[in-house]
Structures are given as C-alpha cells and as structure tokens.
C-alpha cells in the first residue's frame, strides 16, 4: 500500500486505490455492464477509451467483445504500465494505449464506432465538460455512440456539489440529468437510452459485486490498520450516505 501518500489532503480516488480499491466508478461493475448491453459491441468495431489508467478496461473490452480498443492516458507512468500489461495479455494488435489529454481530442484523426468515458466529466468545470464532449462528438462515426457512466444530482444541487468536493479534495460537478443532456445537446449528442441509481461506491454490498470477497477482507483489513487512511475513507462514507438522497449515478448511450 502507498506510504507517501498524504491521506488528508489526497484526491478520493487516490485514497481509494492505496486501500486496494480497483472499481472507482460510482456505479461499479453493475453500471458498466448496462452500458456495455446496450453498446451491444460487434467484432472489429472500434472503441476510443478516455482515461485509460492502467489499460484494464481496454484489454477486458478487447477480449469480452474482440473490438479494438485505443486508449488515450495522460500519465506517462500509467502509459507504460498499461503497454506491460497489454503486452502480458498478448493483445498488442488489439489494443493501444497513447499517451494525451482528454481535453485535445482534436489531435485525434481516426473516427471510432465508440467513445467510452467513466468517471472523468464530473471532474470537470462546465467548459470543460463541453470541450471534451465536442472532441467526443468528433471522435465518432457517423452512427457512432458515447458511452458515458458518471455522477449526477438531485436537488439542493450546490449544497451536494460543496459537501462531495470538500469530502474528496477535487472540484466535483456533478450535474443533473436535464444539464447531462442539455450539455450533450449542445455538443451534437442525443441521449438515446439513461438510467440512474444510488451512489454505491463504498457499499458493502456493491464493493463485494466490485472487488469480490477477498478484495474487499483486504480493503477493509488496509483501513482498520492505517488509522490516517480509516479517518479519510470513513468521512467519505459519511458523506456519500448523508447526501444519498442527492447524488447517484448515471449511464447513459448517446448518439
């Protein structure tokens, strides 16, 4: 587990991942796979992945569904692993992992069946939302669909905004569903299909559908041992169950 991290002050899902957390969207496994029956993805079609991290996602979309996957990653430590973990799976002709920011997707020249982005808009300030969807809108086929799995807001929006951002040390801005689709419309996509849930990311019962029994026995035994790290995940917790009624998930496929 990461020794140098400043527990206080660290963005939550850093936070998270020192736990031994591996599934940080807030609708876990159970959202990605609504997404993906309703991609219904055909062999050799191909999926621009934003954020790519490590390269797992790509590489599980690579071999679950045999498209060929392109995954745009800003850290270069997080490149690198990703190209080791793509060669060990032996999908180097499948999938590709180059290193970008998000925000300069115009750089981007190919056209793709699929966008998928998780957990990477609510991070962003309004502008920034709108030119990442615009370089989306740009990636796409003619056809082509976005993939979208991130946060939303209910009422008393600026209040649960406050609370979520203070509680994970980034900016949080989350919408709510009408601003999602307002902000997809303004850049040229149509939701076609959306549904929304709780905010489960620390549920027990979601973490054990996440992370399966013994990831989660380890999880819970990293934090009861580091009292620093116990202290941090316990007020996001506390957070995410006060503002419950306020704040979820939302997937949704746009066209």
Not at 41 to 68: C, D, H, M, Y
Not at 70 to 92: F, Q, T, W
Request: overall charge positive; glycine content about 8%; aromatic content about 6%.
């Amino acid at each position: 587990m990461t020794t140098t991290l400043n527990f206080a002050t660290a963005p939550g899902h850093q936070v998270l991942a020192a736990a031994g957390k591996k599934i940080l969207r807030p609708g876990g496994r159970k959202a990605t796979e609504r997404l993906f029956a309703w991609a219904n993805f055909q062999p050799e079609e191909t999926v621009i992945e934003l954020a790519a991290s490590f390269g797992e996602s790509a590489i599980e979309l690579a071999k679950r569904f045999n498209v060929r996957v392109l995954g745009i990653e800003k850290n270069p430590d997080s490149v690198a692993k990703a190209r080791e973990n793509i060669k060990a799976a032996g999908l180097s002709d499948r999938v590709t992992i180059i290193e970008g920011d998000i925000s300069r997707l115009d750089k981007i020249t190919d056209k793709f069946d699929y966008v998928l982005a998780e957990a990477i808009l609510t991070m962003q300030s309004d502008i920034g939302k709108a030119k990442i969807l615009s370089g989306i809108r740009n990636c796409l086929k003619p056809g082509g669909k976005f993939l979208s799995h991130e946060m939303f807001v209910r009422d008393n929006a600026e209040q649960a905004r406050k609370s979520l951002s203070e509680s994970i040390r980034v900016n949080a801005n989350p919408l709510t569903v009408s601003e999602w689709s307002t902000a997809c419309k303004d850049a040229g996509l149509t939701i076609e299909q959306q549904q929304t849930g709780k905010m489960g990311l620390l549920n027990f019962s979601q973490m054990v559908r996440d992370e399966g029994l013994l990831g989660t026995v380890k999880i819970i035994w990293n934090i009861l041992t580091n009292p620093h790290l116990r202290q941090r995940i316990l007020q996001m917790r506390r957070v995410f169950q006060q503002k419950g009624k306020n704040i979820g998930y939302i997937v949704f496929i746009s066209q």
